[in-house]
């Protein structure tokens, strides 16, 4: 879908972010720095450049508005999508580049950009080999979740990559200022090029040359409620686990020379957390290791092995925009032994399931559905038909795996049994300015805005209508690195 910039700005023009971002520099000025590469953005994209672009013998910088590095990045759970690892080999399961980009098609509806999937997926195995052989970070293990049919997303810990990667970067070279908000770019006005960008160090302006290219990596807009608002109402109400910095700042930036926009329309909350989170800790992917999900009703309403982005859509829809996870002692068990999304919380389940204020317990289902507040009866049927639909492979919402394929449902027959309240929260945005497959930001001609590249959360074309687990960290990383490469071959 392709934003309106005029509509867009019109909808924003009190925003204080509009008046940092807008107009473009077309005039050339007087720069005080600088560099080879300019990078907006301290996240796993900024970072994952500057390290590519260092290890390349350029000179890059790294911008960062707030204080701290990380971005959105350092609150994520820390799947890191990618095929062919002796994790999987380990657990006798072949993936190959091929089934990967054709399960990222299938999940995300054939709305994702070919060239654009292929160009992550050929990157993310060497980004995982620069991960666990370069940096020596080693992923705990790794799991099928939304939209594999094979075990894909390998868990790191984004608290040791990320600051090792900004370690990396300047130990080649690249320099990293926080603090350090940038906002605009600079155009020359005779080759219509991005040749810089004007920032603020120290609280003073500061025009900063970008001999090379500019690469954008300022993230989503989970904190920007307009923006929200404008692209899709529902997600406005929608609880925000991200980076602070998470403004829409660079697509903005980038729709100021022209950029296009991809998957505005796909922006969804994922499933999964329970009531009020505050951190990725506080989800649970336990639908794929066979929970089922009901409303206050209680009414199953869904097929649960669909993208979790799906289940929140699902999920909202329902009364009061919330639902729950139901599961028994066998799905826990099962959740514990594959360290799926929210192995902490399903440890501290295991542990001391009468301390644990987000579920209920009961040693039958109608006990567990009376302390949630269900109608006890209602649920039981519920799961009644539900076992006997998996039992005879004719479930009435189509459920015939764990996940995407993968996996086989089983009945819920074990006590104890569990009733999760949960509900959907933004997670990130997955939708941007419109990029190819070599990190070049493109306008609504489909012509290469030249000097100015794009990584990471602000970009479209990857996901496409939804969303599989491990490919926003993944593409954020590989695409920083696809950028550095490309600027660094002109």
Known sequence: MTISRRTLFKSLATSSLLATTLPVLAAKPQFDRSYDVVIVGAGGAGLAAACRAAELGLKPIVLEKVGLIGGSSLLCGGQYSTFGTDLQKAKGKEDTAELFYNDMIKTGKGENDPKVVKAYVDMSKKQYDFITKTLNIQPKGVMAASGMSVPRAHTFDPTQIIPAMAKYAKDHGAEIVLNAPV?????????????????????????????????????????????????????????????????????????????????????????????????IQDMSLITYSGAIMVNKEGQRFVDESISYKLQGDASLAQTDGYSFQVFDKKILDYDLKNDTQGIEMMTALSKDPKGQDWVFVGETIEEAAKKASLDPKAVANTIAKYNQGIKEGNDEFGRTSLTSGFGKPVPLDTAPFYIMPTTAALIGTYCGVKINEKGQVLNVFDEVIPGLYAAGEMTGGV????????????????????????????
């Open 463 to 490: 996901h496409g209508a939804a969303y599989m687990t491990g490919t926003a960290f993944g593409k954020a990383l590989c695409f920083g690195r696809i950028a550095a490469e490309d600027i660094a071959s002109q």
């Open 183 to 279: 906002l605009r770019l600079v155009r020359d006005p005779d080759t219509d090029r991005i040749i810089g960008v004007k920032a603020m160090i120290n609280k003073q302006p500061v025009f900063i040359e970008a001999k090379k290219g500019v690469i954008l990596a300022s993230g989503g807009f989970s904190r920007n409620p307009k923006l929200l608002a404008k692209f899709n109402p529902v997600m406005a109400k929608a609880d925000a686990i991200s980076g602070g910095g998470t403004q829409g700042d660079g697509i903005l930036m980038a729709q100021a020379v022209g950029a296009d926009t991809l998957d505005t329309s796909y922006i969804k909350a994922s499933y999964g957390f329970k009531l009020k989170p505050t951190v």
